[in-house]
Nanobody
């Protein structure tokens, strides 16, 4: 069992930055894969970024070169630094964990544990 709690959401103007954090408890953090997903109103949930237990990363096309995912295995935290924000980034952002830890999983069905979500709103 892994419990995930996101924080850091809020409002920003286009072009600004926000940092999301996810704190995990339960199963050994360093052995799991992690990811961020988001869901905008009326749209399907979208893969944002993922990171393996060894730090390999992958990004969704819409956030590549703007967002950075990172993990701290000592603090049991997962971060998402979002820069050059756009109104299209407005969504509820979810932290997720998977037992599949050696490659980045982009399919939400491969993540067993989810946080409650945090809202990010970007205005023009």
């Amino acid at each position: 069992q892994v419990d995930l709690v996101e924080s850091g959401g809020g409002s920003a103007q286009a072009g600004e930055s926000l940092r999301l954090s996810c704190t995990a408890s339960g199963r050994a953090f360093r052995y799991i894969g992690l990811g961020w997903f988001r869901q905008a109103p009326g749209k399907e949930q979208e893969f944002v970024a993922g990171i393996t237990r060894y730090g390999a990363v992958k990004y969704g096309d819409s956030v590549k070169d703007r967002f950075t995912i990172s993990r701290d295995n000592e603090k049991n935290t997962l971060d998402l630094l979002m820069t050059s924000l756009k109104p299209d980034d407005t969504a509820v952002y979810y932290c997720a964990a998977t037992s599949s830890a050696l490659i980045v999983r982009t399919d939400r069905q491969q993540y067993e544990y989810w946080g409650q979500g945090t809202q990010v709103t970007v205005s023009p």
